[in-house]
Nanobody, 123 residues
Framework: QVQLVESGGGLVQAGGSLRLSCAAS????????MGWFRQAPGKEREFVAV????????DYADSVKGRFTISRDFAKNSMYLQMNSLKPEDTAVYYC????????????????WGQGTQVTVSS
């Protein structure tokens, strides 16, 4: 099993920045892809960013391109999401996800999930 723990959420004004962290533990060796998804109240869970376990491949939702950056720290078995120029519409619970399958933007493809961290952007 793989355990994922997110941290770094909070309240920030529009235009501000936050950095989310996701620490992976357990049987992480077969993991091939890790991603960030978010879910706002009354909305479906949506893709934000994804990175391969090697860190060589990344992809972003159009809504966050140029503002968010996903990265990996191999030594710490961790993944990060640097969020800049935050907007009120970025407000959501952000989830870290991981899977042994190929890199994917579809949340249904991920078997391991963290508990989520709340990000609130005030206008």
């Amino acid at each position: 099993q793989v355990q994922l723990v997110e941290s770094g959420g909070g309240l920030v004004q529009a235009g501000g920045s936050l950095r989310l962290s996701c620490a992976a533990s357990g049987r992480t060796f077969p993991i091939n892809t890790m991603g960030w998804f978010r879910q706002a109240p009354g909305k479906e869970r949506e893709f934000v960013a994804v990175i391969s376990w090697s860190g060589t491949s990344t992809d972003y939702a159009d809504s966050v391109k140029g503002r968010f950056t996903i990265s990996r720290d191999f030594a710490k078995n961790s993944m990060y999401l640097q969020m800049n120029s935050l907007k009120p519409e970025d407000t959501a619970v952000y989830y870290c996800a991981a899977d042994r399958g190929p890199i994917s933007t579809m949340h249904s493809r991920y078997n391991y999930w963290g508990q989520g961290t709340q990000v609130t952007v005030s206008s």
